[in-house]
């Protein structure tokens, strides 16, 4: 299985255990047609969306589901594609479903977005509890400051997002790998001020 090596950033994996975030070299990435997940005997998580009430959510490819996995994500083949071009985060064009009726900020203040992957996901899940949703979709404004790291969410317990705030002293967007929804995927933590282009799709 190949792995990725980022050029002028780094991963940084946040562990439960610390509280922190951790130096990471690299990360593996995961085949075509497979999640960003393994289970904890090493198999591999076929990539498909789930059924609108989350039944074998993530399939084992040896299984009919996934009950346990191995802390660290892997990387989609998608997200090297995106974090191989420096300015592809603020030209492409992001996703977030909400139960809201404009775009939400989560309980920090901050906005996620993410990959139309990401928020089908999110979208299944929501419904899942009986939500209707709205889809919208958004850009980054060019001249917003990009954090050079990319953070890595663990696949179950704590996932280090209130500790966001140091980042956002000296950046306006932060990437990390999202472990739960499209796991594998990038998404973007951001100050809603560098929003631009947002669109109501649903």
Known sequence: MASYEPTGSQFLFYSPRDRNYVAMPELEVADEGYWGLRCT??????RRLPDKWHRHRYACEVDHYLPEHD?????????VALLSQPNAVIGSLWYHRTERSHLSRAYDGVTHLGTSEAAEDRNLFLISGGAQTNLFTAKISAGARVAPHVL???????HGHEIFDKWFETADVI??????EAPGSISLAIKPSVLTTVVGVT
């Open 41 to 46: 005997d090493g198999h591999r998580a076929i």
């Open 71 to 79: 802390e660290l994500p892997l990387l989609l083949p998608d997200s």
């Open 152 to 158: 890595v969410e663990p696949t179950s317990g704590d």
């Open 175 to 180: 990437m990390y790998v999202n472990s739960h």
